[in-house]
T-cell receptor, first 114, second 117 residues
Framework: AAGVIQSPRHLIKEKRETATLKCYPI?????VYWYQQGPGQDPQFLIS???????DKGSIPDRFSAQQFSDYHSELNMSSLELGDSALYFC?????????????FGPGTRLTVT | AQKVTQAQTEISVVEKEDVTLDCVYE???????LFWYKQPPSGELVFLIR??????QNEISGRYSWNFQKSTSSFNFTITASQVVDSAVYFC??????????????FGKGTKLTVNP
């Protein structure tokens, strides 16, 4: 079965650089969630999109922005990177309108800021 | 506000022992979903179970079982006859039940389980 795809899987950036993380949801999933998991921490919700519109927002820094495109893939753009942005970034997708209420997680993108 | 508490930060057992991971949650929602995820050292989040707030039946899946008690706001997870491959961080999570869709997950801090041979 198709799963959530995230790219790149690993990314190394320097402070003050920008990064773009991509997420391709499972086909026919129209909701995407982004989570950030710092070292030894639990995943923290950043932002979500439903049908290309932002549906919820969590503790996402102003330096970050995200969008969902017409093909439902999503991108998380991160600017002025800081050392504290080093984390595992998960994307999850879910199918709206189906009684599953389950978020399917991608493998994550490990971002290292040096 | 929603909150999930996993009081056990780390647990270490010897293979074949049974182990229970505790999860206590807080929510003002009348309907909600509870989840358990496993995160092995490789880092991915593996879905284990989802339970809605109206279904208090315990569930068993192989060596895994879950005990949901609404009266105590707990959703505990037991691994029977643990194996080395069960070593991972286990997260309990909570989500409100929005009609027609899911919502963000609120995770507990996780419990790191180490199963020694």
């Amino acid at each position: 079965a198709a799963g959530v795809i995230q790219s790149p899987r690993h990314l190394i950036k320097e402070k003050r650089e920008t990064a773009t993380l991509k997420c391709y949801p499972i086909p026919r999933h129209d909701t995407v969630y982004w989570y950030q998991q710092g070292p030894g921490q639990d995943p923290q919700f950043l932002i979500s999109f439903y049908e290309k519109m932002q549906s919820d927002k969590g503790s996402i820094p102003d330096r970050f922005s995200a969008q969902q495109f017409s093909d439902y893939h999503s991108e998380l753009n991160m600017s002025s990177l800081e050392l504290g942005d080093s984390a595992l970034y998960f994307c999850a997708s879910s199918p709206i309108g189906q009684p599953s209420y389950e978020q399917y997680f991608g493998p994550g993108t490990r971002l290292t800021v040096t | 506000a929603q909150k999930v508490t996993q009081a056990q930060t780390e647990i270490s057992v010897v293979e074949k022992e049974d182990v229970t991971l505790d999860c206590v949650y807080e929510t003002r929602d009348t309907t909600y979903y509870l989840f358990w995820y496993k995160q092995p050292p490789s880092g991915e989040l593996v879905f284990l179970i989802r339970r809605n707030s109206f279904d208090e039946q315990n569930e068993i899946s192989g060596r895994y079982s879950w005990n949901f008690q609404k009266s105590t706001s707990s959703f505990n997870f037991t691994i029977t006859a643990s194996q080395v491959v069960d070593s991972a961080v286990y997260f309990c999570a909570l989500s409100p039940d929005l009609q027609g869709g899911s919502e963000k997950l609120v995770f507990g801090k996780g419990t790191k389980l180490t199963v020694n041979p």
